[in-house]
């Protein structure tokens, strides 16, 4: 059973226009060790509480035998497009040589030296797998090194033998390692436990890591294989969307004050504002209104990622905002108006800069620094962050690591 959470989103007044958010941000620029991002007089407040304390549900109830081999197989995952790179306008200032790529970082290794036996009564999922006679330690380096070349993100917890993770489609899971008992003394359990979310591609994950931690060779992780064919709009050149009406379904579910609200309205602009899911003229016209100056929806997008006062470790509304706004910012290819532009400059710096607490926000921050890298006005400074960003990545997030080297790439 999943943990008892609660979730609540308060919001005040809604403000339509860009120009008050401007204005939280001059204040934002003259105070950069505060905390504290406030958004004109527009703020989403996320409060998020564990009622038992933090720690997870584990069940105890009696339950019929567990086969420990998954049937499954991989479903490949559906990749974000990849639009060309925008037309320089400025030549790009190389960055000085004191800021050289540092090297490479090791990718990161999980050591367990040991795992708790399987408790009484304990019935697993059926995405559990038995590995025999191998250790422990063994089994927690090859799930460490699966989760990074499939840009999971993981939180290792020695004490607990356990993994929590997040893909990047945003599915929650934990991973948990148990020395067996009776008939199975001779090796160790892993189990893959989905918490929260849905993705189909979690069902390669889960293969994947299940077979990873077998021992068994697993397919690359391809970030443009795809099962379905991308959306065209060549079959209809009658069709003409409009951004307004795309997004006045979104607008309407951002007026409610729960979090249910928040979190459909992001899943539904993450799908809209991406062009292989919804075709290049849908996904354009979007893209654009949203990153208007007076667009109600985006300005409540971008309150969102410059309130920083709120810590959101359990349902990531700001990395669905991120991944949104990255999705519009590769769509126009960057074409945005300078104040959307130094808005969103120092809060995309500081994801990047945290890169090693939270990959997936550095990632998609990350992919809006590579539309806006043109004409930006210190790209010394990005250059640096971009190298955090880049380590990170080759330490436990490849996903991170391709798209800090291509920001990189930009600029060197």
């Given amino acids: 059973q999943q943990s008892k959470v609660s979730a609540g989103v308060q919001s005040a007044q809604s403000i339509p226009q860009y120009s008050k958010l401007h204005q939280a941000y001059d204040t934002q620029k003259m105070n950069d060790s505060s905390q504290k991002k406030s958004a004109g007089n527009f703020m989403v407040d996320v409060n998020l509480t564990m009622h038992d304390g933090g720690e997870e549900t584990t069940r105890r109830v009696v339950g019929p035998s567990t086969v420990f081999s998954p049937a499954m197989t991989s479903v490949p995952a559906s990749p974000f497009l990849a639009g060309p790179s925008s037309t320089p306008s400025t030549t790009l200032k190389t960055a000085p040589t004191t800021a050289l790529v540092k090297a490479a970082a090791e990718p990161f290794v999980w050591d367990l030296s040991s795992a708790p036996t399987l408790p009484d009564l304990h019935p697993l999922e059926r995405t559990a797998a038995f590995v025999p006679h191998v250790s422990s330690s063994e089994i927690s380096r090859r799930i460490s090194q699966i989760l990074r070349e499939r840009s999971i993100e993981a939180c290792y917890e020695d004490d607990k033998a356990k993994v929590k993770c997040t893909t990047p489609d945003g599915v929650d899971f934990r991973i948990r390692l148990y020395r067996g008992r009776g008939?199975?003394?001779?090796?160790?359990?892993?189990?893959?436990?989905?918490?929260?979310?849905?993705?189909?591609?979690?069902?390669?994950?889960?293969?994947?890591?299940?077979?990873?931690?077998?021992?068994?060779?697993?397919?690359?992780?391809?970030?443009?294989?795809?099962?379905?064919?991308?959306?065209?709009?060549?079959?209809?050149?009658?069709?003409?969307?409009?951004g307004v009406a795309s997004l006045s379904t979104v607008s309407k579910m951002l007026v409610y004050r729960d979090h249910d609200s928040y979190l459909l309205a992001l899943q539904t602009l993450?799908?809209?504002?991406?062009?292989?899911?919804?075709?290049?003229?849908?996904?354009?016209?979007?893209?654009?209104?949203?990153?208007?100056?007076?667009?109600?929806?985006?300005?409540?997008?971008?309150?969102?990622?410059?309130?920083?006062?709120?810590?959101?470790?359990?349902?990531?509304?700001?990395?669905?905002?991120?991944?949104?706004?990255?999705?519009?910012?590769?769509?126009?290819?960057?074409?945005?108006?300078?104040?959307?532009?130094?808005?969103?400059?120092?809060?995309?710096?500081?994801?990047?800069?945290?890169?090693?607490?939270?990959?997936?926000?550095?990632?998609?921050?990350?992919?809006?620094?590579?539309?806006?890298?043109?004409?930006?006005?210190?790209?010394?400074?990005?250059?640096?962050?971009?190298?955090?960003?880049?380590?990170?990545?080759?330490?436990?997030?490849?996903?991170?690591?391709?798209?800090?080297?291509?920001?990189?790439?930009?600029?060197?």
């Fill in 183 to 242: 008939d199975f003394h001779h090796g160790i359990i892993v189990e893959v436990q989905r918490r929260f979310g849905a993705a189909f591609s979690f069902h390669g994950d889960t293969y994947a890591i299940l077979s990873a931690a077998e021992g068994k060779e697993n397919q690359p992780c391809s970030s443009t294989s795809s099962t379905l064919p991308l959306v065209s709009d060549s079959d209809d050149e009658s069709y003409s969307p409009n």
């Fill in 270 to 412: 993450a799908v809209i504002t991406d062009a292989k899911n919804v075709g290049e003229k849908t996904a354009f016209a979007v893209s654009t209104e949203l990153l208007q100056v007076e667009s109600e929806v985006g300005s409540k997008i971008i309150s969102l990622l410059v309130d920083r006062t709120v810590e959101d470790d359990i349902f990531k509304l700001r990395v669905m905002a991120l991944t949104v706004i990255a999705n519009a910012i590769q769509t126009v290819k960057g074409d945005i108006s300078d104040m959307v532009r130094e808005m969103l400059r120092p809060t995309l710096l500081q994801e990047m800069q945290g890169a090693h607490k939270n990959p997936r926000a550095a990632q998609m921050a990350a992919r809006c620094v590579q539309f806006l890298l043109e004409g930006d006005h210190d790209v010394a400074e990005v250059h640096s962050v971009l190298q955090v960003a880049l380590q990170a990545g080759q330490v436990r997030h490849a996903g991170l690591e391709r798209q800090a080297q291509v920001c990189l790439d930009k600029i060197v």
